[in-house]
């Protein structure tokens, strides 16, 4: 089987959750790492055993199959572009851009080379939890889906946001809870609601105002098509990192995700479906994903197949927090585009 040769940009707090999953996929060698930061690079390289350079476009001239983008959300645009037209695959961490021109033109370069894939990293659709869901309303096992309610409820104090300059500024970071801890789980609302009709909502500053420009907290309410709803409550100001919650109301029952198990409460009784194998890592509130994710994306490299979030899947997500962020606030019914189906 097909040796994939790999490169990783970006040698902060996500890297070693990617190069502990290269490591362990038998199909794939490690052969450089990448941080502007020199010193981070040569630690992971003396870790994980490889090359280490400074410079991006080191990488480009290398002979790899697939780059790993795990830098801040404001290089994202850039960094992919140019590994793109490199012309190798390209594992892109979310926010997959800032914005949705950016999101569209790498949509334009991705589309425009069949061989070559672009994925983002949404990994909690791969928690056992997400897959069940998302069968129960494929199969209409329970009726149609009439609403979806969530919460994000994590924290991030300003220790968080001293630490690394890009994080807390519209123009780096891109917002705050919504775009880098809620998108996973905005992502998760729209994958499970389908396509959306309107978005609405407020977000503010209001604890974190002295420390970050963007928000600390939000609400926002989704209007699928289909005449259901999506409520999404998000906020960095709770004690402590919850597990995320979501519950799903179906024509004959509802589903609960609490602590990382899926419950089923039909005719007042409640019964357990699944759980996620959350471990016990500090970081399990992230969902463990990452591992599959990475998996999937390089059989679909070695197989030629789809198993993983293209650009036009992940770019939802933008298109909705572009739109919210310019216009909620305003009592305003925001109109949403099915990026599936944008030209380029
Ligand atoms: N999927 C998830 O659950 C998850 C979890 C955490 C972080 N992330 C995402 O991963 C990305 C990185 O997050 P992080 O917390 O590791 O950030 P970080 O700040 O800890 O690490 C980013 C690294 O990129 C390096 N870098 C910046 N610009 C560079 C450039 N031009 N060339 C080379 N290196 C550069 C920095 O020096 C830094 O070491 C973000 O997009 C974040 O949202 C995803």
Known sequence: MKNIKVGVIGCGIISNIHLDAIKKNKNAKL??????????????????????????????????????????????????????????????EKPMTINTQDALDLIKISDGNKNQ?????????????????????????YGALKGIKASVTWLRDKDYYSHDDWRGKWATEGGGVLINQAIHTLDLIQWFGGEIDTISGSYGTYVLNDYIEVEDTATMIINFKNNSRG??????????????????????????????????????????????????????????????????????????????????????????????????????????????EWSV
Not at 119 to 141: A, W, Y
């Open 31 to 92: 052969i450089v790492v990448c941080d502007k930061i020199i010193e981070r690079a040569k630690i992971a390289a003396n870790k994980y055993q490889c090359e280490y350079t400074d410079q991006v476009s080191d990488l480009l001239s290398l002979d790899l199959d697939v780059i790993h983008i795990l830098t801040p959300h404001y290089t994202h645009y850039e960094i992919a572009k140019v590994v793109l037209e490199s012309g190798k695959n390209c594992l892109l």
């Open 117 to 141: 894939k672009l994925g983002i990293v949404f990994q909690n659709r791969l928690n056992t939890t997400s897959q069940e869901i998302k069968n129960i309303i494929d199969n209409k096992t």
């Open 231 to 340: 409520l999404l409550f998000a906020t960095n100001n709770h004690a402590t990192n919850s597990p995320i919650e979501i519950e799903l109301v179906f024509e004959q029952g509802v589903l609960t995700l609490s602590d990382s198990k899926l419950y089923m409460k039909l005719n007042n009784q409640l019964k357990l479906l699944c759980e996620d194998n959350s471990g016990t890592g500090s970081k399990a509130y992230w969902g463990l994903g990452h591992e599959m994710l990475i998996n999937n994306f390089y059989d679909s490299i070695i197989n030629n197949e789809n198993k993983y979030i293209n650009a036009r899947e992940a770019a939802q997500t933008i298109e909705i927090l572009e739109k919210f962020y310019k216009y909620a606030n305003q009592n305003l019914k925001i109109k949403i585009e099915n990026t599936k």
